[in-house]
């Protein structure tokens, strides 16, 4: 994409930032003294880097003295690595990369985030054979199917498959990625076991009922109707797009495995937000206003944003298939569209804040499938979180939206440690409670999945 034009002045001085800073609500902040104006960010083509799109479509960038460039990138992989070398300023990541570039799985590099991209925004698809077979053992209300539907009615399925000799394979979109650990949690709520990672076997398939491999986003159509898989979990559009093709049916969307869960984050590395502070809270207050315009006045403004993202340079898939669940429906089996108000949830609910506790359920997944090989105690997983989720710069930010007049301070968690309140067990598909600031009794309550001094040695569980 072309570079935003120059159209305005840069002004700021370190005095009126300090205004902004300590008086929110003050008449008009002044522009931040930027060190870096001209940046590039990677994204990948999903729906949920809308902020992005909107940040620079809508001038939100340039308000702040931003010359952006946004550039689609080919996997995440490719993103991560271009970050880390600085061939990329920034990009749309998942949740998972950059804590587990901090902690050295996969990659080693110090990644950080001080803005959280959305809420929700995922779902399981499985193919129209799976689904005639899962059907059966799905209650029906009024000829529909009941949901949420939960893995208990996929196990029979499996079962099927094994006793046959046959694998049951299935998508998800990176190790680390959100997908993964929403695809593990639903097949384990229902007894399939999805596989153990070791330091040895990084294919994430060992003792596995069901066998997880990476599939980029949109290429998990195409995947399917190929029948290398059987189903996926990915993003939108590329779940709609299954209905749309007559591929595959979307079973459960991950608002329903768990309610308002987090999704993707805004990755930088450590480096760059010490060697360029007021540019971090710059493209952090314009993805911040990018996030409200997305969720304001009940979504009144996400058929425009539909059509942005429907653009090549985007998305680029059809605005039909984008609206379906950008705009508060989505559908299930052809025809069986339902009311879905927060699926994508941009800005309500404090989306946007990077709270430690959502770090902290990614790393718990991390250790409970191996990813993380020995344990660990809860002041790890707390140190962890904080050294790469910045709520800290994120309420600057914050502070300084408000005093341009852009957000009021009742749109933030002023006053918030970092942490939500404990999840409620009713907000997760296998009733299970959820409490970040004890992270290991989380761990050894969900019934699948290392616990306690448990390791994966060779292809067996050992220790205790």
Not at 77 to 86: M, N, P, S
Not at 249 to 276: A, C, Q, R
Not at 369 to 394: C, H, M, N, R
């Amino acid at each position: 994409m072309k570079i935003a034009k120059r159209t305005f002045l840069k002004s700021a001085s370190a005095l009126g930032l300090a205004l902004a800073l300590g008086c929110p609500g003050a008449a008009s902040a002044e522009m931040l003294d930027v060190e870096k104006d001209e940046l590039k960010f990677g994204f990948i083509k999903l729906t949920d880097m809308a902020p992005l799109a909107i940040a620079y479509e809508k001038g939100f960038f340039e308000d702040e003295g931003l010359f952006v460039t946004l550039e689609p990138q080919a996997n995440w992989k490719v993103l991560l690595d271009r970050v880390i070398i600085g061939e990329l300023d920034g990009a749309h990541m998942l949740a998972g990369q950059p804590l587990a570039a901090t902690i050295g799985f996969g990659t080693k590099a110090h990644i950080v985030t001080p803005f959280s991209m959305d809420l929700n925004g995922n779902a399981i698809t499985v193919s129209n054979e799976i689904w005639d077979m899962m059907k059966p053992n799905i209650p029906e209300e009024n000829g529909k199917p009941v949901h949420p539907i939960k893995a208990d009615a996929l196990k029979p399925v499996v079962d099927k498959f094994k006793a046959e000799g046959k694998p049951f394979n299935m998508g998800m979109v990176f190790p680390v990625s959100t997908h993964n650990y929403e695809l593990r949690y639903w097949l384990a709520s229902g007894g399939i076991n999805p596989g153990y990672y070791s330091e040895s076997d990084i294919s994430g398939q060992i003792k596995a009922d069901a066998l997880l491999s990476v599939t980029p986003p949109p290429q998990m159509p195409a995947t399917l109707e190929a029948g290398t898989i059987v189903g996926y979990c990915v993003g939108e559009p590329w779940n709609q797009a299954a209905v749309f093709k007559g591929i595959g049916v979307p079973v459960i969307t991950d608002y329903e495995i768990w309610k308002n869960n987090p999704e993707k984050v805004f990755g930088l590395t450590k480096e760059f937000t010490e060697k360029y502070p007021n540019t971090t809270l710059a493209l952090t207050k314009a993805l911040i206003r990018a996030a409200k315009w997305l969720d304001e006045d009940n979504n009144a403004n996400r058929a425009e944003a539909v059509e942005i993202l429907s653009r090549s340079e985007y998305v680029g898939a059809d605005a039909e298939v984008i609206a379906n669940s950008m705009t508060g429906t989505f559908e299930y089996e052809k025809g069986d569209k339902r009311d879905v108000p927060d699926f994508n949830t941009f800005f309500r609910e404090y989306a946007t804040y990077p709270f430690y506790s959502d770090a902290i359920w990614y790393l718990t997944q991390m250790r409970r499938w191996g990813q993380i090989p020995e344990f660990k105690d809860d002041a790890w997983y707390a140190e962890t979180a904080k050294s790469v989720y910045l709520p800290d710069i994120y309420m600057k930010a914050a502070e300084l939206v408000i005093a341009d007049g852009n957000a009021t301070k009742e749109d933030f968690p002023f006053g918030s440690d970092g942490y939500r309140p404990p999840v409620p067990a009713s907000d997760f598909i296998d009733g299970i409670a959820y409490d970040a600031k004890a992270p290991n009794a989380y761990i050894d309550s969900l019934p699948i999945g290392l616990k306690g001094q448990q390791k994966v040695d060779g292809s067996e569980i050992v220790g205790g």
